[in-house]
């Protein structure tokens, strides 16, 4: 159990409204009212209002003192919480007084980590938190917060209180054999049966999981003058990028963030491909390759009026096995009866003039990702969590597949099933070692 007091600002080092600072832990309340100018008869979950002092008796700044006992507090224990105005060195002030006073800075997460030892959220929870921190978009802040809600952890208790219940069979036979009938094991398939899909079915939300937490990177490719700056500025809904009739107007690629339908894109404009003798574009060419190759999808952009030239198709080749989406770009350009001279089939035309197919490029790319259902309530897995389930599906299946051989064999049998649960108990943190905390809370910002 941590002993120590910890402090640190709950809110970032900028000039704000109003700024956040937590003390957390036994000697919180000893030390904030030595900061604070009201120093008897502090009630918990009282707001005071007063004036914050360093060690000689300076004020630092005035603000509001709440005190949260524990264990009915965020972290569980002890905690006080300072609001000053949102002033750097204000906020820095009052954290170096606590510091003399006795407190320690905190490290990343850990007023999270100690809410998660002292049992008030579990391990799925915490994540949820960063999660729900770091989310780009709705999407991804809805689905922290049903992770948050509890949403993953109820589903994954309910699996290992079936494991728990089919172990606690088994170990009742072996343990009483006089007393308790023999089981046969074919009565255990079905919940085995169940258990497995559920678990096959909370594996499947990973990629979803994923993508909407991440996102994915989207970039432009084609030959110089296409209309892919032209397009990267319409996708993004504003003019970022330079855009002229000039070929070889983009030499360094641009990234810029924006969301199809909720999801996180990174889209890339890169420099038209075309040979160079240039050596300033010829990096910048070189520069598209490599996001070419990162990238999830890539757009491959020609000027439907031009047509297909030599040059597009040899770009074509190049970066087919991106299975890119095609664009014939300049639509506007075009006669309705030269549509139909372009073999490719699901292409897509669009004009940067007139947002002919930008939407349907939306759609489509949405559609390439799998995500067509609403997909608002539901609950994602991280990559933690797929692991540990992927361990854990491994056994079951191994155990059910081949159930009439553990018939001699069911102390065997129980301590896989046992394997099997303790394995979902990591992923709610009944079980964890440090390394795992470790790994979780330092991804977090300090003072979370
Ligand atoms: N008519 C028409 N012109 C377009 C369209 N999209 C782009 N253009 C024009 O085509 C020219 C080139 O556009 P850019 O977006 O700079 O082309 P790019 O592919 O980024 O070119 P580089 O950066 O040189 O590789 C500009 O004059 C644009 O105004 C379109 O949909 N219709
Ligand atoms: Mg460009």
Request: charged share 30%.
């Amino acid at each position: 159990m941590t002993k120590d007091t910890i402090v640190a600002n709950a809110t970032p080092l900028i000039p704000s409204a109003v700024s956040i600072i937590r003390i957390s832990g036994k000697d919180a309340l000893k030390i904030g009212q030595s900061i604070f100018s009201k120093k008897e008869d502090i009630k918990p979950r009282k707001v005071y209002f007063g004036k914050f002092k360093d060690s000689e008796g300076n004020i630092i700044d005035e603000g509001i003192f709440i005190y949260f006992k524990a264990p009915y507090s965020f972290t569980g224990e002890d905690v006080v919480e300072i609001q000053t105005h949102g002033s750097v060195p204000v906020v820095k002030k009052i954290i170096n007084e606590a510091i003399k006073l006795g407190a320690r800075f905190a490290e990343p997460g850990e007023f999270t980590k100690r809410a998660f030892l002292n049992g008030k959220i579990d391990l799925t929870q915490a994540e949820a938190i960063a999660q729900l921190i770091e989310a780009k978009t709705e999407k991804a802040s809805q689905a922290a917060v049903n992770i948050l809600e509890g949403k993953l952890s109820s589903q994954v208790r309910r699996l290992r209180d079936a494991l728990m219940n089919i172990e606690s069979l088994i170990e009742a036979e072996l343990n009483f054999p006089e007393d308790v009938e023999e089981m046969p094991l074919e009565s255990i398939k079905n919940d085995l049966d169940n258990v497995i899909r559920q678990i096959k079915q909370l594996l499947s939300t990973y990629k979803k999981g994923k993508l909407i937490t991440e996102g994915i990177k989207l970039a432009i490719a084609g030959r110089p003058n296409v209309g892919k700056s032209s397009l990267f500025n319409a996708l993004i809904g504003y003019e970022r990028a330079i855009v002229s009739d000039i070929q070889g107007t983009t030499r360094d690629f641009i990234e810029e963030s924006f969301n199809i339908q909720g999801i996180p894109v990174k889209l890339i404009d890169t420099a038209g491909i075309r040979h160079s003798t240039d050596e300033i574009e010829k990096i910048g060419i070189e520069k598209t390759k490599e996001k070419i190759k990162e990238a999830d999808i890539v757009l491959f952009v020609f000027d439907a009026f031009e047509g297909l030239t030599e040059e597009d198709l040899k770009i074509y080749e190049d970066i087919k096995h991106k299975s890119p989406i095609i664009v014939a770009n300049k639509a506007d350009l075009l006669l309705d009866k030269d549509r139909k001279k372009y073999y490719f089939k699901d292409i897509i035309f669009t004009s940067t003039k007139t947002q002919e197919g930008i939407q349907e490029l939306e759609n489509r790319i949405f559609n390439i990702l799998g995500l067509t259902e609403d997909i608002d309530s539901e609950v994602y897995i991280n990559l933690r969590h797929q692991e540990i389930l992927e361990k854990s599906l491994k056994i079951l299946e191994k155990v059910n597949n081949n159930l009439k051989d553990y018939e001699n064999f069911k102390e065997i049998l129980m301590l896989e099933i046992r394997e099997a649960k303790e394995h979902l108990s990591e992923i709610i943190g009944e079980i964890t070692t440090e390394d795992v905390l470790g790994n979780i809370f330092s991804s977090f910002c300090i003072g979370k």
